[in-house]
């Protein structure tokens, strides 16, 4: 019975691949099962995937199983369903019928599985989903990444009949699977959805706003939409404008242009903003009034001009920067990293206020040794400040004598460095004892 049971949680698959065995391996140590192209004829390997908690069933064709009759499970079954350990189950490389997983995802609903993933898998055909019509599943996160199906678009009604399911599920993701739009009825079913991810995708400017209507997505804190086809900062901020839980947004891998005429309002929720690898040349405007992390490295930003009280963290490695950016305007920061760019001095006024911070990388930057470039550097590392890649990735770039040298073997002593600091003292004493003497 329980390996019937397996069976149908990892939806029979069958059929032989070329170079993988149609077994099972069970990893005792991590509680962890992986099965390949099972067969009828080999199924019983999966009594091994029994203790597991995480099951992957890999490759096979599912369609020979597509009229497979399901019907409803005696108590034996259910309670051998409830016994099992398995919390994530892992789907792919298999041609998916609709109507079969219609049919046997019901069937979640006597395990403990909280976790369902598809893994380059084709969904094929039209499923009758009316027997999930108020069904609960325990499953809380569900991930599609690299899955071929038909446009969601027009399905609204098949969905529906998912919506008490749906209205408890807490992770979504769909990646990779060149998704260009997302309906507003399918949003709204949502309802206690927390994080999003919609990353490697084809969305556009156009298809935000649509996607997250009035009343799509209600309780969504974390959004990525990170290497799509978006390119309007303005359109974005409009689009996600009634997100008014949100938190995160990933905006990372996408060309943006900034408009600076903009006049749209993030949401006041919005605390942390990733808009690295993004193509952009100055800082957007505006940004969210409450953000606290903000990662704008990766860009071709030239200056840096940022004034928010409640900024905390702020990256900007991997752009053209010249100078170190004042933070006078963000009183409650503690974390900047300046990696890579084209600093070459931090001015001392710049770095006993950098000196209060609590993490700050500035490696791999041209710097100048010279007396006051080099002891600037030092004495903030002597602060315990400076972050990983002191002082292996901390180089000189001039003068030629210096050149290549760690910044923190160069001497700058007061007598090298400032010889007047140490000769007007002297003189001094020397004219003192002088008149003393006479």
Not at 48 to 59: D, H, K, N, S
Not at 111 to 128: I, K, M, N, P, Y
Not at 273 to 293: H, I, K, Q, W, Y
Not at 364 to 391: I, K, V
Request: overall charge negative; glycine content about 8%; charged content about 15%.
């Amino acid at each position: 019975m329980s390996v019937a049971v397996l069976l149908l949680l990892g939806l029979g698959l069958p059929v032989a691949a070329e170079g993988r065995r149609n077994r099972c391996f069970f990893n005792r140590t991590q509680e962890f099962c992986e099965c390949y192209n099972l067969s009828e004829e080999t199924a019983a390997s999966i009594i091994q995937c029994l203790p597991a908690t995480v099951v992957e069933f890999w490759g096979g064709d599912l369609e020979k199983y597509a009229d497979f009759p399901i019907r409803d499970l005696d108590d034996s079954v259910i309670d051998t369903l409830g016994s099992l350990l398995i919390q994530k189950i892992i789907i792919g490389n298999v041609l998916v019928p609709e109507v079969l997983l219609a049919g046997v995802l019901r069937f979640f609903s006597y395990t403990h599985v909280r976790e369902l993933a598809f893994e380059s898998c084709v969904f094929q055909g039209t499923g009758d989903w009316s027997d999930m019509e108020g069904q609960n599943l325990p499953i809380l996160s569900l991930s599609f990444h690299n899955v071929t199906c038909a446009p969601l678009t027009g399905h609204e009604q098949a969905f529906s009949s998912l919506s008490t399911w749906l209205g408890t599920l807490k992770e979504l993701a769909v990646t990779g699977s060149r998704v260009t739009s997302l309906p507003c009825a399918i949003g709204r079913l949502f309802a206690a959805l927390h994080s999003l991810n919609l990353a490697h995708n084809s969305l556009g400017d156009g298809s935000l706003a649509p996607a997250f209507c009035q009343g799509a997505f209600p309780q969504l804190q974390q959004l990525s939409l990170r290497h799509n086809n978006l390119s309007s900062y303005h359109s974005v901020c409009e689009g996600v404008g009634l997100l008014l839980r949100l938190r995160h947004l990933d905006l990372s891998h996408n060309e943006l242009m900034a408009d600076p005429s903009s006049s749209c309002q993030w949401p006041s929720s919005l605390q942390h903003f990733n808009l690295s690898n993004a193509g952009l040349d100055e800082v957007p405007a505006p940004l969210p009034p409450r953000l606290e992390v903000l990662d704008m490295s990766h860009n071709h930003l030239h200056a840096v001009d940022i004034s928010l009280s409640s900024m905390k963290k702020l990256f900007l490695n991997q752009n053209l920067l010249r100078a170190v950016p004042s933070i006078r305007n963000c009183p409650m920061l503690d974390t900047l990293h300046l990696d890579n760019n084209s600093i070459s001095e931090l001015p001392r006024d710049e770095v006993k206020l950098l000196g209060r911070l609590q993490d700050v990388a500035v490696a791999g930057n041209p710097f100048s040794c010279s007396c006051s470039g080099a002891g600037g550097l030092q004495a903030l590392a002597a602060t315990g400040h400076l972050g990983q890649g002191w002082p292996g990735d901390y180089r000189c770039h001039s003068p030629a004598q210096y050149q290549g040298w760690q910044v923190a073997q160069v001497p700058v002593s007061v007598l090298r460095c400032d010889p007047a600091a140490v000769v007007a003292p002297l003189c001094v004493a020397l004219a003192l004892l002088g008149v003393a003497g006479a």
